[in-house]
């Protein structure tokens, strides 16, 4: 019998270390970066719905136009020409995922100011144009921006890079939302209605002025790891390279494991996403003011997301990503019902804060762990490309359903209807379980 030499083990990094990495550039420049890529999302979806609300748009059509962040779901079609295509000249200028995170932050600036300009108790259709906009420069946003974060830094730091983003996206939602709110509040003319477009507009030029960090950043960063394309002859040549590689380098890695890992990313955040576009106009229906869903939601419920973040990024990295998928996938699912109890109690402002910190809490750390898990899963010669599919795929089915939220609950009621949401959430436990066993292998 022949002795066996013994395996090394991986040594975890000590706790210090573990926190330092919240202090190189990398991570510093994801944060900021992180603010860019959370300012529109409420602006086209959440905070838009509220702002919809009060200007009288009944609730099934507000569920109807929450379709606008289905450009967030698809993605993926054009995020092969994010990875390869140059944007003369800002290519030359600042390397190619510079060029477009610029570009798109520009088309992001233009929409809400586009937004702001048009009043949709008068005329509706342009404000969802403009939100289109908005959220297809949001979603190019995207794509650049997960490629530049995988590619500045190796696997090991992914999940602090990832609670990073988190962070700087959780405190753009605080302005987004909070800070929305707030300004449109201040704006109001006393003694006026009680919806006045001015001060809306006011409060979406503000939003606008704010992606100018985000900018002045993409100015200042290196351009990360310039990566040797293939040399192509011809246009077959280009788009094999370009669309069909991503997708079946995925596939060649993962095999038969890639429909169980394509269908847990399918419906891993289904019960936040689902809930969340009627979050607002619950708000306006129970009698919370601006200012209380501001302070309440929107400030407060934001920091218990960004410490569950960091939760979450620091547990991943001690305990691994897949224990903490499953913790958030049953805080994620068990926190809704508590939105149902909030239904029953009218106007309480005590029970809100309570409800709001459970729930965000969950979501912090589902969403660390989550993005730690994407990244993991794809090969950085086609960074851009895998990683907007997979995240498409995360959103196209929550965000379908998510469409008719307002007729469930126009139909049957909050109350039931955070209840279905949660129930959602319980094929993920399994999907989960079933990823830890088969033990999924992360890409290169």
Do not use: C
């Not at 001060?199 to 960063?221: D, E």
């Not at 576009?277 to 934001?302: C, L």
């Not at 990295?317 to 939105?339: C, D, E, K």
């Amino acid at each position: 019998m022949t002795d066996r030499a013994p395996v090394a083990q991986p040594i975890k990094p000590s706790w210090a270390a573990t926190f330092k990495v919240y202090l190189e550039p990398p991570t510093l420049r994801m944060l900021v970066l992180g603010f860019s890529a959370g300012l529109p999302l409420l602006l086209v979806l959440g905070t838009l719905s509220f702002w919809l609300r009060e200007a009288g748009i009944d609730r099934t059509t507000i569920g109807y136009l929450s379709w606008v962040g289905l450009a967030y779901a698809f993605k993926w079609v054009w995020a092969p020409l994010v990875d390869r295509v140059p944007i003369p000249p800002l290519t030359h200028w600042l390397g190619r995922r510079r060029s477009w995170l610029l570009l798109s932050q520009l088309a992001i600036m233009a929409g809400l100011v586009a937004m702001s300009f048009n009043d949709p108790q008068l005329a509706l259709r342009p404000v969802v144009l403009s939100a289109l906009a908005v959220a297809f420069g949001s979603a190019t946003q995207d794509i650049a921006l997960d490629a530049f974060r995988i590619e500045s830094a190796g696997t090991e730091r992914q999940a602090a890079l990832a609670a990073a983003y988190q962070t700087g996206y959780r405190l753009a939602m605080i302005w987004a939302g909070a800070g929305t709110l707030w300004l449109a509040a201040r704006a109001e003319a006393s003694g006026g209605a009680s919806y006045q477009h001015g001060a809306w507009q006011i409060a979406y030029l503000a939003m606008a002025a704010s992606m100018l960090p985000g900018m002045v950043t993409v100015l200042l960063s290196p351009e990360p790891i310039k990566l040797v394309m293939p040399v192509t002859r011809n246009a077959a040549d280009w788009l094999r390279g370009a669309l069909v590689e991503p997708f079946a380098d995925f596939l060649r890695r993962y095999q038969w494991q890639a429909a169980l890992i394509l269908a847990l990313i399918a419906i891993y955040r289904i019960s936040d996403v689902v809930m969340g576009i009627m979050a607002n106009p619950f708000y306006v229906d129970m009698g919370y003011s601006k200012d209380e869903v501001a302070a309440v939601t929107k400030i407060f419920g934001v920091v218990m997301t960004l410490a569950g973040a960091f939760v979450g990024g620091v547990l991943s990295m001690r305990l691994g990503v897949m224990r903490v998928l499953m913790l958030g996938a049953v805080l994620s699912a068990a926190t809704n019902l508590l939105f149902a109890v909030l239904s029953t109690r009218g106007h309480d402002v005590t029970a809100l804060i309570l409800v709001i910190s459970a729930d965000n809490l969950a979501s912090g750390i589902a969403s660390a762990a989550f993005i730690a898990y994407l990244s993991s899963l794809t090969n950085v010669n086609y960074s851009a490309t895998q990683y907007a599919l997979l995240s498409s795929v995360m959103l196209l089915l929550p965000k379908f359903l998510a469409g008719y939220s307002g007729r469930y609950v126009d139909a049957f009621g909050y109350q039931n209807f955070f209840i279905a949401t949660a129930l959602l959430g319980l094929p993920v436990l399994l999907l989960v379980w079933l990823s830890s066993s088969t033990k999924v292998q992360s890409g290169p």
